[in-house]
């Protein structure tokens, strides 16, 4: 569908996803209406079709706002240079970054989780997205084991899959479903194995914070 590109259309368009976000993390996905969602952003119901086609495809916008805050920061965390300097204090960095946005996130994340287990469409873009940030963690990774801090023998693209699934799968365990907050003990937790498993040397171990 073409979007309106003035800019009370663009206004109109992002009040409806701020709207449709609080509506699916109070409702849940099944349970949401579009007539909450246009009450909740102050709109007409018929409004609502000049911007998004169906209620999949506002969750999918809805989505689409938090990917930057919610995908794994990867190993770099956006400064060149440190995975090499002190890849252990990246590692940790990221895995932090993540946790703290899963848990600011989490409602949105078990909603998301409700759609990804019936809708083939939003398990593929799921994957999709994901495997992105896997790609980069894995070529992290092989530019360890080039450099002699990284077990040789492991496949980049299938640790980084194995990996970055784990502290998803923590992160989701942790906020969505225990909602604990005990994020020194994940983050220490989560950074050993990902040391361990990568077998790296010449870093400093992460300590627990007490």
Request: hydrophobic share 40%; charged share 30%.
């Amino acid at each position: 569908m073409t979007r309106p590109l003035t800019a009370r259309g663009e206004r109109t368009r992002a009040g409806l996803v701020v709207a449709a976000r609080t509506v699916f993390e109070r409702d849940g996905f099944t349970d949401a209406r579009l007539t909450d969602i246009t009450a909740e952003a102050g709109c007409a119901t018929g409004s609502f079709y000049t911007y998004f086609d169906s209620k999949e495809d506002i969750l999918d916008a809805v989505l689409a706002a938090a990917q930057e805050e919610m995908l794994h920061p990867g190993l770099h965390h956006g400064e060149t240079g440190r995975s090499e300097a002190d890849p252990i204090a990246t590692i940790e960095a990221a895995n932090r970054a993540y946790f703290e946005a899963y848990r600011r996130n989490a409602r949105l994340m078990m909603v998301r989780e409700q759609v990804v287990g019936v809708s083939p469409e939003f398990r593929a873009k799921r994957l999709q997205r994901g495997q992105v940030f896997v790609e980069r963690n894995a070529k992290s990774i092989k530019e360890l084991q080039d450099a002699g801090r990284a077990d040789p023998d492991l496949d980049p693209l299938h640790a980084a899959g194995a990996l970055s699934g784990m502290v998803s799968r923590m992160a989701y365990q942790a906020f969505g479903v225990a909602d604990t907050d005990d994020l020194e003990t994940l983050v220490f937790t989560a950074t050993r194995l990902w040391v361990n498993a990568l077998g790296l040397r010449g870093g400093i171990r992460p300590e627990r914070e007490q």
